[in-house]
């Protein structure tokens, strides 16, 4: 009896991490699935735009699951374009990438529009923030209105629409499954689904190397 009021916690803790999530509960499977951008990792997509509120509440849950996340996990941040007024800021995510300066404007600029409750509405005041942020005038201008960035926001277009999604942020894994904290319960509910269907398909692949490698041997 002692030895069982002693494993009782253990099982309980157990059966929380062991918790099974539901396809169109907490999370639903792309009716067309898209290609990654390695075949060598979980991909993970996080769609997002600098104007909405709750991609700002859960860059803090992100930025931490990020810090630590596992090496075979490949995230990627995605500005994602819903419409005509979602570009500019959209373009500020792929300036900033271009420019190798996301580490100084992401958090920055969240909190900038959310915080500060700034309006950067134009050209003007993105160029602004990003001086601010240690980028020359001369370089933004370069950058932002380069063939480049047309190139980057014609794809985040593209791919906001394959994976029909319909608000943000939405985190895309391996390009087979969506979630949000809308449908998960909350961010850090959102973390735990995240973690779980990674694990899953990191179980799948597992499985199909170990079927090709069975067939390959016979």
């Keep these: 009896r002692l030895l069982l009021f002693m494993l009782l916690p253990v099982f309980a803790a157990?059966?929380?991490?062991?918790?099974?999530?539901?396809?169109?509960?907490?999370?639903?499977?792309?009716?067309?699935?898209?290609?990654?951008?390695?075949?060598?990792?979980?991909?993970?997509?996080e769609l997002f735009w600098y104007g909405c509120p709750h991609c700002y509440q859960l860059e803090p849950y992100l930025k931490d699951w990020v810090a630590g996340k596992p090496d075979d996990v490949n995230f990627i941040r995605l500005p994602a374009i819903l419409g005509p007024g979602w570009e500019l800021l959209s373009k500020a995510w792929v300036t900033a990438?271009?420019?190798?300066?996301?580490?100084?404007?992401?958090?920055?600029?969240?909190?900038?529009?959310?915080?500060?409750?700034?309006?950067?509405?134009?050209?003007?005041?993105?160029?602004?923030?990003?001086?601010?942020?240690?980028?020359?005038?001369?370089?933004?201008?370069?950058?932002?209105?380069?063939?480049?960035?047309?190139?980057?926001?014609?794809?985040?277009?593209?791919?906001?629409?394959?994976?029909?999604?319909?608000?943000?942020?939405?985190?895309?894994?391996?390009?087979?499954?969506s979630t949000s904290a809308s449908i998960a319960g909350g961010n850090p509910e959102l973390i735990k689904v995240l973690d779980y269907l990674i694990e899953r398909e990191r179980k799948q692949v597992a499985a199909q190397t170990e079927t090709a490698v069975t067939t390959a041997s016979q």
Aim: aromatic share 8%; hydrophobic share 40%; proline share 3%.
């Design 14 to 45: 157990t059966a929380v991490l062991a918790k099974d999530y539901k396809e169109g509960t907490e999370y639903l499977k792309l009716a067309n699935p898209q290609p990654t951008a390695s075949t060598d990792s979980i991909e993970v997509v």
């Design 97 to 177: 990438e271009l420019l190798g300066v996301t580490e100084q404007t992401h958090t920055a600029l969240f909190e900038e529009i959310h915080k500060r409750r700034q309006r950067i509405n134009n050209e003007e005041k993105l160029r602004e923030f990003f001086v601010k942020h240690g980028v020359s005038a001369a370089d933004f201008d370069k950058t932002f209105r380069s063939f480049a960035v047309a190139i980057k926001l014609n794809n985040a277009r593209l791919m906001t629409r394959r994976y029909a999604i319909t608000g943000v942020p939405t985190l895309i894994v391996n390009g087979k499954y």
